[in-house]
């Protein structure tokens, strides 16, 4: 594997710190070289520490390491919370004009560049960010001409003064360094002539839902699934389609459901507290028998738990969620280009079975940035299935002997014929009260069994009829078998790098379905060991998992509201490997 | 789909018979309803009723249309969603004066402002009737109940005052038993660019012996028959609509002005229709990434 650099800018919320490592992302990007980013921040608008961290490499990469070579530091305090992180020969940037003093320590090297200043020479005090990325630019020996292409990619549309300002910013930053500092850190970043698209997993969702004909989007601000719907929203206008930001979550889920009976794609999305206000309306959406994509982007929990911090703590609320028995889909995707791809498919599961469809992502996956082979995406290659969604021609087939649509007809597969207004003779009823074919309430027992039966049956079907796979790395014969979900993937492909390094076989599985998911019982049956990694504190999945196969398993949990770091998980593999399985 | 001249309001009757108590104001509501559906040219194919919870929410079972039968309060974000789908269907919301205004209160409040171009009606009975007879949010302060044996002892919510304060381009009330008036005040409720507010007294016999049939006979007074009321004057509006001595029926207020959710923000497509494959241009969204 080739070098990687690792690279951050801190400060305090408000001074620019997202802005300023996307734009040095996206030169990165723009030179060919593969980004990986994440980021740390608090839940405020100003103050506070906040970071945003780049790893990149010409080869592909997908996971963070215990690692920063050069920091950008705004603050002490970046280099506090960063000292782990840093090592003998990280480069430090910081502004040794302003009132504080930067405590670098000594084997470290400390490039005091007067960013305030060099910033107001090019025009204005806030660039002093981008005179920061002039500098890295220098340290690294990284063609500046890149870092242009993001200033006018960022700043191209606030006009050419603002441009050229901001260029002649990261100019001053370069040749302060070249002249006053001789350093030699080794870490020359090398180009290619690839070019990457660089996007997170919430913009891979959303991309997703358009592609997939999602047109009525309804949802209520929550961190960390906003974005999605900021990404929405004035984009799918395009498209034909619209946002609605709604009055709470409870109200979103319903509008998104009105506008699915009415026949739209029709999707919400929310995290945390705003996925238990909706848990009232899981039910109706699966007895009305009505498509809809939930997606739920994790964070920590309970409660308001913390907001901006990674966990998977919802898989029981997804999976369980709501009164009574409700059939339903869970779907994981493990990576920000599944993101993408599994969207697709929720939106294909619900119309095809006509019930509620949970894509359940997480705040990693949602902040993360990751650059990708634009063909990742090929649009060409989307499929759209629609279902049972009857034309003009076969709603004849489904009335009764009085002419009355049946919508929720007891069908062989328990997927009824779906009728969308404007329909000539598909008007009928739909409701959460137990009903018969036709949609009205009944309390026959009879007819009870036969339409919780019915519904039922579609995950039946669905099991038979779609491929509920998984993904697999490492080594196939392995005895060491990891399962994971969500965005963990990333961190344990590059741990079973440094495992090899030290002999350690491992098999992974990567899951991306959760319900209806893989039958694993065969390959935790050859495995001598088996551990589930998942980012909570219980085990959520590994609880799954012993219930589908009668036996313990060993558990790796993370539940620091940090995701895992692919170093850290191989030490961790290793260790939880010699230990005893829990009785 | 039928042709405007065919459809007769029997047409939205469905084959199931009401379970409402015999007398009770929601059969006087609901025929309004469909006549006033049929007379503006709607047809059941091209309708679509969202029904909250409670006796009121029955009303999709009772008519014949596109319908859902959702959770309790939620009636105006279903109905919302289906208009914004579908700006091409008639959608109108029905509800009961616990549904709209207790759990749904919120959610009426944000309909009401959104002003989305669809109609809801609010069978107010002033007290909870399924349940078996416990205070609702329009009960009167001194209304004995199971659950009020002194009477709630606040005061009701005036859904009409709460509907003029959230932005309202359309406020009535009607009489469940005035059957012409009360199809007359739907119709044009319908008719109205933008969300068409209808508060109905809709009495219930069984467990409400104070806001009676006979109660409202006497005691209703019709706008119509006020000339000096000038329903698109805003003060004129405040002043009926505050008056504690009076019950009214009719149009109290209209915004000549109005502008309907989906012009304001050019929500016009059929989002039903939805091409085989992702769009023809969706390569473009990738390249944003560039």
């Known amino acids: 594997m080739a070098e990687d650099l690792n690279w951050a800018v801190g400060g305090e919320a408000g001074d620019g710190i997202d802005s300023t490592g996307k734009i040095f992302a996206q030169a990165l990007s723009r030179a060919g070289r593969h980004v990986f980013t994440s980021k740390d921040f608090a839940s405020r608008i100003r103050g506070g520490y906040t970071a945003y961290k780049i790893r990149t490499s010409v080869d592909n990469i997908q996971s963070v390491v215990d690692r920063l070579d050069i920091l950008v530091a705004l603050t002490q305090r970046t280099i506090d919370e960063n000292l782990d992180e840093l090592h003998e020969g990280s480069a430090i940037i910081y502004d040794g004009e302003r009132s504080w003093e930067a405590d670098i320590p000594e084997e470290m090297s400390g490039v005091d560049v007067p960013l305030k200043s060099l910033a107001e020479d090019a025009g204005g005090a806030i660039m002093r960010n981008i005179v920061a990325l002039g500098a890295a630019c220098e340290i690294t020996g990284f063609d500046v001409e890149y870092l242009d292409e993001a200033l006018e990619k960022r700043f191209g549309g606030k006009g050419s003064k603002i441009v050229e300002n901001n260029k002649e910013a990261a100019r001053l930053g370069q040749e302060y360094v070249e002249e006053n500092y001789d350093l030699d850190l080794d870490s020359d970043l090398e180009t290619t002539d690839n070019d990457y698209v660089l996007l997170n997993g919430n913009e891979a969702i959303g991309m997703g839902a358009i592609a997939a004909g999602c047109r009525f989007y309804a949802g209520y601000p929550i961190t960390p699934a906003t974005s999605i719907m900021e990404y929405l929203t004035g984009r799918i206008e395009e498209y034909g389609g619209h946002v609605v930001q709604a009055e709470d979550e409870l109200s979103a889920i319903n509008m998104a459901l009105g506008g699915a009976r009415a026949g739209a794609r029709a999707m919400t999305a929310t995290s945390g507290a705003g996925i238990d206000l909706m848990t009232e309306t899981f039910g109706l959406v699966a007895t009305s028998e009505t498509p809809l994509v939930i997606t739920d982007v994790q964070r920590s929990g309970p409660s308001t738990g913390m907001p901006t911090k990674q966990e998977q703590g919802d898989l029981n609320m997804t999976l369980y969620g709501g009164h009574g028995e409700i059939p339903r889909f869970v779907v994981t995707p493990t990576s920000i280009d599944e993101c993408f791809w599994k969207t697709i498919e929720a939106f294909n599961l619900a119309e095809k079975y006509q019930t509620p469809v949970f894509l359940v992502s997480d705040l990693a996956m949602s902040v993360t940035e990751q650059t990708f082979e634009p063909d990742t995406f090929d649009m060409d290659a989307v499929e759209i299935d629609r279902g049972k969604l009857v034309d003009e021609d076969e709603v004849e087939e489904w009335l009764d002997s009085q002419g009355r649509f049946r919508a929720h007809a007891n069908t062989e597969d328990g997927v009824s014929p779906r009728a969308i207004p404007g329909m000539t003779d598909g008007a009928h009823m739909s409701t959460g009260l137990e009903h018969n074919e036709l949609g009205r309430r009944t309390e026959e027992q009879d007819v009870r069994v036969q339409q919780v039966d019915k519904r039922n049956r579609k995950v039946e079907t669905a099991k038979e009829q779609e491929e509920w796979d998984y993904r697999e790395f490492g080594d196939e014969d392995a005895d060491n078998l990891i399962i994971s979900w969500g965005s963990n993937e990333g961190a344990l492909v590059e741990a079973l790098d440094y495992l090899e390094d030290d002999g350690v076989d491992v098999r992974v599985i990567s899951v991306p379905y959760i319900f209806p998911r893989p039958d694993l019982s065969d390959e935790i049956a050859a495995a001598e060991e088996t551990i589930v990694v998942e980012c909570n504190a219980t085990g959520q999945f590994a609880d799954v998992i012993e219930h589908d196969v009668l036996e313990r398993v060993k558990r790796i949990n993370k539940y620091t509201g940090v995701r895992f770091k692919a170093d850290e998980l191989a030490e961790e593999i290793t260790e939880k490997l010699s230990q005893e399985v829990p009785a | ?290």
């Open chain 2, 1 to 290: 789909m039928s042709s405007q001249s065919d459809v007769r309001f029997t047409d939205f009757k469905s084959d199931k018979q009401p379970t409402w108590c015999p007398g009770c104001g929601d059969f006087g509501t609901m025929n309004g309803m469909m006549k006033a559906l049929a007379e503006t040219g709607n047809d059941p194919d091209n309708t679509f009723v969202v029904a909250g919870i409670g006796c009121s929410g029955k009303i999709g079972t009772y008519m014949h249309s596109y319908a859902l039968h959702g959770v309790h309060g939620r009636a105006l974000p279903v109905a919302t969603g289906v208009k914004m789908a579908r700006p091409d269907i008639e959608v109108m919301a029905a509800g009961g004066d616990g549904d709209g205004y207790s759990i749904g209160a919120g959610h009426f409040v944000h309909a009401v402002r959104r002003n989305v171009d669809m109609s809801y009606v609010v069978m107010d009975n002033r007290i909870y009737g399924l349940t078996k007879g416990q205070a609702s949010p329009t009960s009167r302060s001194d209304f004995e109940t199971s659950t009020t044996p002194e009477g709630p002892q606040q005061p009701p919510v005036n859904p009409l005052a709460l509907a003029l304060a959230s932005g309202a381009t359309f406020i009535a009330q009607s009489f469940a038993s005035d059957a012409l008036r009360h199809q007359e005040i739907i119709q044009e409720a319908i008719e109205h660019d933008g969300f068409g507010f209808v508060n109905v007294f809709s009495p219930c016999v069984t467990f409400n012996d104070v806001d009676t049939y006979d109660y409202f006979r006497d005691s209703l007074v019709d706008l119509k028959e006020d000339e000096d009321h000038d329903r698109h004057d805003y003060e004129d509006a405040k002043e009926v609509i505050l008056d504690g001595d009076k019950e009214f029926q009719g149009v109290m207020y209209q915004d000549e002005n109005s502008v309907p959710y989906h012009e304001q923000h050019g929500v016009t497509e059929d989002m039903s229709d939805i091409p085989d494959g992702a769009p023809e241009d969706a390569m473009d969204l990738v390249r944003e990434f560039y």
